[in-house]
């Protein structure tokens, strides 16, 4: 039997193997178009692909993780990769789509239906010959009873753990049992249907609701010992925006909230073990790229706050990871990564070609400069006005805009000797050479804020 080799997208891509991956994409497409034997043997070798997205996991919590870490522990970790906007579902549709979120006219919790179809990853995976499935959140905004587009088979649901609606392939069906384990053997039986038929690769995007709040862990793991994850505070927000101190201090909550969404993961972590044991099982892991990540981070307390939406690296930052034996090494990766990235990654990597990505194959040289976030103030969230800034693993530098575009506030903290931001150097005394880099950095946000295709950061 001919085994197809197997993306797994969880967080990370690599950068040795693009050539080939290229090469045997090809190939495929003359393979689909009924050539010669020959040619279809190189479309069977295009590789498969999973993506596996969580909902809030922040970049720093995948110790709670230790059985998806033992089949990642091959992997490439970016340990710099954030969210271009946090946001959940703006954030999901700037992954699926490669864009930034001002080109994808997704800004808004409820803009999910304005997203660009027939520029998301599995419509042009699907395109180019492969099957298509996906289990778990798609869009918090799109109608619960629509097919999620470019899906051969899907459940979708907008949220819920023990108890949850979901439409399945035409039906809206009410499920009692726990979401993040029912989604993923849901999956794991379309994946072997796939395998079974032959003859052709597949992508499958795997979305659990875990961790998201309200966090309900499973029962098995409602009291389980998961560590200390209260993070610290700030006492001193003068040097914050006038918003951030709206939210009153409360310590107990934060600990509380930690523990149970870190809970949460565990049931995750069964999940994806149980997957890739499968995948393993049938002898297809061995030539699996393998991607982890999730669509915005989370604060517990630092700067007084919980919840994302913020353009502090607690919110942004996000888990990436890429396993793919024969190509990727182990290591940890500092390269500025963005989830625009995702998208153009899988794409080289099964030769496949098509719509307007601002992001860059991670299997291609490391940016030259900082990632962009951005956020639009939005009803459906907490009050926090529209921000953008840029990251480049030493500087972080934010503006808050009120309604008319007008700056606000600007922030920029040496994140390289206050990982915290807990210092904004542009507040009171400021330094000669902090003033000039805040505004070459002022400038440099202002066009990437416009920016399109190639000419993004």
Not at 48 to 61: A, C, H, K, S, Y
Not at 129 to 142: E, I, P
Request: aromatic share 10%; proline share 6%.
């Amino acid at each position: 039997m001919r085994i197809r080799p197997l993306i797994v997208v969880a967080l990370a891509l690599a950068g040795a193997a693009a050539a080939a991956a290229v090469g045997g994409g090809t190939a495929g497409t003359a393979a689909a178009a009924g050539k010669a034997p020959a040619a279809e043997a190189a479309e069977v070798a295009k590789p498969n692909i999973l993506l596996i997205n969580t909902d809030d996991q922040r970049w720093d919590t995948m110790r709670v993780m230790p059985k998806t870490m033992k089949w990642l522990r091959g992997a490439r970790n970016f340990d710099r990769a954030t969210v271009s906007i946090p946001s959940c579902c703006p954030s999901r549709a700037s992954m699926l789509t490669g864009q930034y979120a001002h080109n994808t006219d997704v800004h808004l919790q409820t803009d999910g239906q304005q997203v660009h179809q027939g520029e998301l990853l599995p419509v042009l995976l699907r395109k180019a010959g492969y099957r298509t499935a996906m289990a778990g959140k798609f869009l918090n905004s799109w109608p619960l009873d629509s097919a999620p587009p470019g899906f051969d088979h899907y459940s979708a649901m907008h949220g819920g753990y023990q108890g949850f609606k979901t439409y399945t392939d035409g039906k809206l069906e009410w499920v009692n049992a726990y979401s993040t384990t029912w989604y993923a053997n849901k999956l794991k039986g379309w994946l072997r249907g796939f395998d079974q038929a032959g003859g052709k690769p597949w992508f499958a995007y795997y979305a659990p609701y875990s961790p998201h709040r309200p966090s309900t862990p499973e029962p098995k793991y409602a009291e389980s010992d998961v560590g200390k994850c209260l993070q610290s505070g700030e006492s001193d927000v003068s040097d914050k925006p006038i918003w951030l101190k709206w939210t009153k201090p409360d310590p107990a909550a934060y600990d509380e909230i930690c523990h149970k969404m870190l809970r949460t993961l565990l049931s995750a972590d069964d999940a994806v073990d149980g997957m890739l044991s499968d995948l393993n099982s049938r002898g297809v892991l061995k030539n699996t790229i393998v991607i982890f990540t999730s669509d915005n981070g989370y604060l517990w307390g630092e700067h007084g706050r919980t919840e994302k939406f913020v353009g502090y690296l607690p919110s942004v930052r996000v888990p990436l990871l890429l396993r793919w034996d024969g190509h990727v090494t182990a290591s940890t990766d500092h390269r500025m990564a963005s989830s625009v990235d995702i998208m153009p990654t899988l794409l080289a990597a099964a030769g496949v070609s098509g719509g307007k990505q601002d992001g860059r194959s991670l299997l291609g040289p490391a940016r030259s400069g900082p990632v962009l976030t951005e956020y639009w103030y939005d009803l459906k969230n907490s009050k926090v006005p529209t921000w953008a800034a840029l990251w480049d693993g030493k500087t972080h530098y934010l503006e808050n805009y009120d309604e008319q575009g007008k700056t606000t506030f600007r922030e920029l903290y040496h994140t390289d000797i206050d990982p915290g931001e807990l210092t904004n150097v542009l507040h009171g005394k400021v330094s000669d050479a902090d003033r000039k880099l805040g505004d070459a950095l002022r400038d440099k946000l202002a066009t990437a804020r416009r920016c399109t295709g190639s000419a993004c950061p």
